[in-house]
């Protein structure tokens, strides 16, 4: 009997909870597979995407999306082999789905701990309470693969923007099956859009990009692309996260500052009186 | 609040007389809040109308569509089998009642008049220069005698929504009564088309504006802009024709427009109408579905209820 | 025309109720000293015979509970907590239709209400807690804040799975085992959680449920062995309770009545205030501890408020809890009821003007019509005693200031309404309320994430939110 031939995955981008192909046509060989290497004019459709986006799931109840980032935990739980298949260990595969598990719970809980009311000397009502920024582009840490992903994806939804993120191009295959993990998790297409290839093509664009509000660089390991990227973000006073040592212990309790970095603080006044 | 006072009936007659009387008499009205009235609407939603109820509500809806068709490409063939269906909506069963009007521009009136003639099935023509309104007045009024000359015995038209979000009162409520009087005998719906006029305190002003105006039902949509009838948007309305009753004495109907698609969703609208202003509006008189598609989901839930067997649109007609 | 709405009932069928329920102690069901019968409320059947729990079943209940504390669940890091409740929510999320309808059952309460508005609050309120066992060095409280031990919780018949989970979620959230006591009335979906925790495979004694009446009750509050005590219920017994837990160590939070004003000014949206009065009053039968019991209306507006909460009133469908078109079930007892209608005689006998729509009421089982006191003033007993039935006082104000004079005029302040367009009147009405819960132009809003508690004889400590934690934590 012979032995029965596989059938191989297609990697390719995630845009707008689509699966296209780079518009550009291009790929390039990781892990023995074609993985699309996008173009800056993937960048910009993705960008429309993560726009278009911000309105639903800004909008959605805190409640609502903690229950969706919860649904990508049990749908991670539940893919654990296949990403053990791709090389990522089984350790880190079980602290993604808890980080995904512990963000799920921040997104009713973070108003409370980040906002409140403010006693002001007057006949005022006064609450501060954060709002998402807005579209927010990542750089994904090169490593771990799968655990740095979700470090840098989880803090910036769970509050309600949407993020395009470069992935690591050395391990673009756990980044993509991230992706169809959360194609699979009620997310809604186009709060977190995925591109795969050479950070020095969309990094660019995404920093220089005037409809995007905010760019976390945590994967940026060269010095000067890191300074040139965030001068690029001064342009519209981009929100901007700076690189993340590359000895980070991504393992640790992640504190909030991941998620207060991509938070505007909104405060209401309101006079008191018959 | 003393608008909506029911122990007393008022004369109201004279605050056409004067945009200060209208204005100060319109945003003295009760507010309505939003969330409470989207949550009540919501909660009548969730009423459960099944078997004897179904039945009795489906025949109900059916009688109150005004079968409609307004677009560009309609042509006399068109406006005619669309008259036969008004008249015989399942021609499988004669138990089943005709809808309550058939509703046309007012070009293709002469044509749905022929077919009618004869019938208890009314025969409604937009006018006013349907749907923006955007015309002189002289034109509306010329457009709605054209329609009422051809043999159409209900006039849809639209207000002047630039006039009303602009604050001018008067000029809404005078092609308001301009268009009363030229409709004679026929029966003048009053469009505020809502989804323009954003928040329910307009939708509430606007229809108290079109009854003290002289319209005998008040109307939702044109089904010309994205946002046409909602059941909060229907629900306020109900609330002013059910306030205006008890205060002039007069009942003015309800047509929601547009975005009825389903037997569910008419059902909701009845259930509303039922718990909001009681049986007295259950009644193709004072209340009417202006839709197209909803007719066919009606004749297949009818039909369901009737053989036990789930029906398909290649059984009924598409007119 | 008529248009009569046809029976819709839920079926029964999706609820396998056993004939007779031992205690739920150490993650198992075991006998127990005496039986006694759970009945449906709405027609008086019989449902099942439930275990009431004596002095040496409570302790074993406390000792299971502590040996789960010190040995599974106090050690266990947060991270794994969190995940044992989020099974639960889960489990509670695909099983609701089958608590609901056991809910109602037992409770007496529309399915419409039970199925809408307490399994989603349950859920959402053990997916809420679930996500502070891994969080409570955020929570405010300090680095490290630690548990109690074991909380002893007894809760009431109104809402008997949503105070279950009020109680249950937080307590576990911080690393707390628990011994509760559902109502005597109604034990069924307590029992039911108990299978549900069974099912999350939630270590052995962290949850222990004992049925029984009010002798059970004061045995586990009473009982050496705990650290918290947690109550929902009569302001009399609150009193017991904080009378009984003197010269101890336990921490103690009470959750007890009201007698809420709902406050109509007359430029209030009227068509929602009149549903605001409605579902103030009448949800869940009126058996609400904040319940807006007093409506309090400005005089100018009175006679129009009043004419459109009579019309409003007729549209009620009062009747079998399992059919879905019912907006009032049935009360939850005989003994429920005697009360609400001795306190009716008492208003009608001091003179108030009694009203209600004309309704049929079946024949069997605990019924009571919606009913409208007016003319009703401060030394009325209506006004002042908390009814807990769905009996509306009305009175009337001619200012602001004194509609918060007599909002406050009350041993009671759980909760208050407040009806106006006029945002700056909310703010200024809700500043001088002494009440621990105000809604405007809203009324008996819950959310997992918002605390929940009383002013005065209301009780003191909040569940819900942020603060609720406090109340399981050594802070």
């Known amino acids: 009997m012979s032995e029965r031939v596989a059938v191989r995955k297609t990697y390719k981008l995630f845009i707008g909870g689509k699966f296209p192909r780079s518009e550009s046509g291009r790929s390039y060989l990781v892990q023995d597979s074609n993985v699309s290497l996008a173009s800056r004019k993937d960048a910009r459709d993705a960008v429309v995407a993560a726009r278009a986006a911000v309105k639903g799931w800004a909008g959605a109840t805190a409640y609502n999306r903690g229950q969706i980032l919860y649904r990508v935990a049990e749908m991670l739980e539940g893919r654990r082999e296949q990403f053990v298949a791709l090389g990522v260990p089984g350790d880190e595969v079980d602290a993604a789905v808890d980080r995904w598990v512990w963000y799920a719970g921040w997104a009713d809980k973070l108003p409370q701990v980040y906002g409140g009311a403010n006693p002001v000397a007057g006949p005022y009502f006064n609450l501060s309470a954060p709002e998402p920024t807005g579209v927010v582009a990542v750089v994904a840490p090169e490593s771990p693969a799968l655990l740095g992903l979700v470090s840098v994806i989880a803090p910036a939804i769970v509050t309600g923007n949407t993020v395009v993120v470069a992935a690591s191009p050395s391990a673009p295959l756990a980044a993509v099956t991230l992706a169809e993990v959360l194609a699979t998790s009620d997310l809604p297409g186009g709060v977190v859009n995925l591109l795969t290839g050479r950070i020095t093509e969309t990094a660019p664009t995404l920093a220089a990009h005037l409809d995007v509000n905010a760019i976390d660089l945590a994967g940026v390991a060269d010095p000067e692309l890191a300074t040139d990227l965030e001068a690029r973000a001064a342009e519209n006073l981009k929100r901007v996260l700076r690189p993340t040592p590359a000895d980070h212990d991504w393992t640790g309790d992640p504190g909030l500052g991941r998620m207060t970095a991509l938070l505007e603080t909104k405060t209401v006044w309101h006079p008191k009186g018959v | ?319 | 025309m008529m248009f009569e709405y046809a029976p819709a009932p839920e079926s029964r069928a999706i609820v396998d109720i056993r004939s007779s329920y031992g205690l739920f102690i150490d993650g198992k069901f075991v006998d127990g000293e005496t039986l006694d019968k759970t009945v449906n409320p709405a027609t008086e059947e019989v449902l099942a015979e439930v275990t009431w729990a004596g002095t040496q079943d409570v302790d074993r209940a406390v000792r299971a509970a502590r040996k789960a504390y010190d040995k599974v669940w106090g050690p266990m890091p947060g991270r794994d907590r969190a995940k044992y409740l989020f099974r639960i929510a889960r489990i509670v999320q695909e099983r609701s239709r089958e608590l609901a309808v056991l809910e109602s059952l037992d409770n007496g309460k529309p399915i419409r209400e039970s199925r809408d508005v307490d399994l989603p609050l349950v859920a959402a309120h053990f997916f809420y807690y679930a996500g502070w066992a891994d969080k409570l060095p955020y929570a405010g409280f300090g680095a490290e804040p630690r548990p109690l031990g074991v909380a002893a919780q007894v809760i009431p018949w109104n809402f008997p799975l949503l105070m279950l989970a009020w109680k249950v979620a937080p307590a576990l959230a911080a690393g707390n085992t628990v011994v509760l006591k559902p109502a005597e009335t109604t034990p069924l979906t307590a029992l039911l959680f108990a299978e549900i925790c069974q099912q999350a495979d939630l270590p052995a004694g962290v949850v222990n449920i004992v049925t029984g009446a009010g002798d059970t009750g004061r045995a586990l509050v009473e009982h050496p062995g705990v650290d918290k005590v947690a109550f929902t219920g009569s302001t009399e017994v609150g009193k017991a309770i904080a009378r009984s837990v003197a010269g101890t160590g336990k921490k103690v939070t009470l959750e007890l009545g009201g007698k809420a004003a709902n406050i109509v000014y007359d430029d209030a949206p009227v068509d929602q205030a009149v549903e605001g009065i409605v579902n103030g009053i009448f949800f869940n039968q009126g058996h609400v501890c904040c319940a807006g019991s007093r409506l309090l209306v400005q005089e100018n507006v009175a006679e129009q408020v009043l004419d459109a909460l009579k019309r409003r009133m007729a549209l009620l469908r009062v009747g079998d809890p399992l059919d879905k078109n019912t907006d009032v079930g049935a009360i939850n007892s005989a003994a429920q009821l005697a009360r609400i209608r001795e306190l009716s005689d008492a208003g009608a006998a001091e003179g108030a003007q009694r009203w209600s729509p004309p309704c049929e009421l079946p024949e069997r089982g605990f019924w009571f019509a919606p009913t409208i006191f007016t003319g009703v003033t401060q030394a009325h007993r209506v006004a002042r005693e908390e009814i807990f039935g769905p009996v509306l006082s009305v009175l009337t104000f001619r200012t602001p200031a004194e509609a918060v004079e007599k909002a406050n005029n009350t041993p009671y302040g759980l909760s208050a309404g407040i009806w106006t367009d006029k945002g700056s009147r909310i703010l200024w009405t809700a500043d001088r309320l002494r009440a621990g819960v105000v809604w405007a132009n809203t009324f008996n809003k819950f959310d997992p994430t918002s605390p929940f508690g009383g002013y005065k004889e209301s009780g003191y400590g909040r569940e819900g939110g942020r603060h609720g934690l406090e109340a399981y934590l050594n802070v």
Request: charged content about 20%; hydrophobic content about 45%.
């Open chain 2, 1 to 319: 609040m003393t608008a909506t006072t029911t122990s007393a009936r008022s004369d109201l007659s004279e605050l056409g007389r004067s945009e200060t009387a209208l204005r100060t008499f319109l945003h003295g009205l009760p507010g309505v809040d939003q969330v409470g009235a989207e949550q009540r609407a919501a909660q009548l939603g969730t009423r459960s109308i099944k078997t004897t109820a179904k039945a009795q509500a489906i025949d109900l809806a059916i009688r109150m569509v005004d079968l409609t068709t307004l677009e560009g490409a309609d042509t006399p063939g068109k406006v005619r089998a669309l008259a036969a269906k008004a008249l015989r909506p399942d021609p499988a069963d004669p138990t089943c009642p005709h809808v309550g009007a058939v509703c046309v521009y007012p070009a293709m009136v002469p044509h749905v008049a022929e077919v009618l003639r004869g019938s208890a099935v009314h025969l409604a023509s937009v006018a006013t220069a349907f749907p923006s309104g955007q015309a002189p007045l002289d034109v509306k009024l010329a457009d709605t005698r054209a329609a009422v000359a051809a043999g159409a015995d209900e006039i849809d038209m639209v207000i002047n929504r630039g006039a009303f979000l602009a604050g001018r009162y008067q000029e809404v409520y005078d092609e308001i009564v301009a268009t009363k009087e030229a409709c004679g005998d026929a029966h003048l719906k009053v469009i505020l088309e809502t989804g323009e006029l954003a928040t329910y305190d307009n939708v509430r002003r606007a229809s108290w504006l079109a009854m003290l105006a002289g319209g005998d039902f008040i109307k939702t949509s044109t089904g010309k802009v994205p946002v046409a009838a909602t059941l909060p948007v229907t629900l306020v309305m109900l609330e002013a024709v059910r306030d205006f009753r008890a205060a002039t004495g007069r009942q003015v109907g309800v047509k929601p427009a547009g975005g009825i698609k389903n037997t569910k969703d008419a059902i909701k609208y009845l259930v509303m109408v039922n718990e909001t202003v009681g049986g007295d509006w259950l009644d193709p008189d004072w209340f009417r579905f202006g839709a197209s598609s909803l007719l066919n989901d009606l004749l297949m839930q009818r039909t369901k209820l009737t053989t036990g067997t789930y029906s398909g649109p290649d059984y009924f007609t598409l007119d």
